[in-house]
């Protein structure tokens, strides 16, 4: 079965870390670029970083460059995120999702997410 | 950045009814544009991309049509399962930009 499943969500302090996993099964893991998105309770999507199949290339929205970190791992077909300095305004639902070619920036398969809640 | 504009933000429609969302884009994007669509604590899933081309499994009563910057996601006959919320999406460059969603509402 082609899927995602995202772990690792939590309530933490704000300036606290929490690293992100993503499982993926039912493709070729190492084929695809991969991709993190999140949506704030009651707003909508906004894309965090990608990574590329190899894992050379990566790209960060401005509102996380500095404090999150995009890896993978295609021996065990995991997407990880790893955010540190976490602030109130990081608190959403964290979607991992399947990029389909590396030149078209758009997602054809998503996780169904993992919250994270920022607060004191 | 570039920027996304859906309108409207809410439509209330009936069973059956044709309804159309419009996605305006701040500065031209080819066709590179995608449609989502999402229900109540699910996952986003694709309906359209490179504007027009429906993804694999979705009925053909979705169609989405436009280039440049102005798109639109028509459907035709809308049925029970259709009451969600969409979203467009621009890839024309790296740092894809969504719009703020269009509640589709049972009238």
């Known amino acids: 079965q082609v899927q995602l499943v995202e772990s690792g969500g939590g309530l933490v302090k704000p300036g606290g870390s929490l690293r992100l996993s993503c499982a993926a099964s039912g493709f070729t893991f190492s084929d695809y670029y991969m991709s993190w998105i999140r949506q704030a309770p009651g707003k909508g999507l906004e894309w965090v970083s990608y990574?590329?199949?190899?894992?050379?290339?990566?790209y960060y929205a401005d509102s996380v460059k500095g404090r999150f970190t995009i890896s993978r791992d295609n021996a065990k077909n995991s997407l990880y995120l790893q955010m540190n300095s976490l602030r109130a305004e990081d608190t959403a639902v964290y979607y991992c999702?399947?990029?389909?070619?590396?030149?078209?920036?758009?997602?054809?398969?998503w996780g169904r997410g993992t919250l994270v809640t920022v607060s004191s | 950045d570039i920027q996304m504009t859906q309108s409207p933000s809410t439509l209330s429609a009936s069973v059956g009814d044709r309804v159309t969302i419009t996605c305006r884009a701040s500065?031209?994007?080819?066709?590179?544009l995608a449609w989502y669509q999402q229900k109540p604590g699910k996952a986003p899933k694709l309906l359209i991309y490179k504007a027009s081309s429906l993804e694999s499994g979705v009925p053909s009563r979705f169609s989405g049509s436009g280039s440049g910057t102005e798109f639109t996601l028509t459907i035709s006959s809308l049925q029970p399962d259709d009451f969600a919320t969409y979203y467009c999406?621009?890839?024309?460059?790296?740092?894809?930009?969504f719009g703020q969603g269009t509640k589709l509402e049972i009238k």
């Open positions: 999406q621009q890839y024309n460059s790296i740092r894809g930009t």
């Open positions: 990574i590329s199949s190899s894992g050379s290339t990566i």
């Open positions: 999702a399947r990029v389909p070619a590396s030149v078209y920036w758009y997602f054809d398969l």
């Open positions: 500065q031209s994007i080819s066709s590179w």
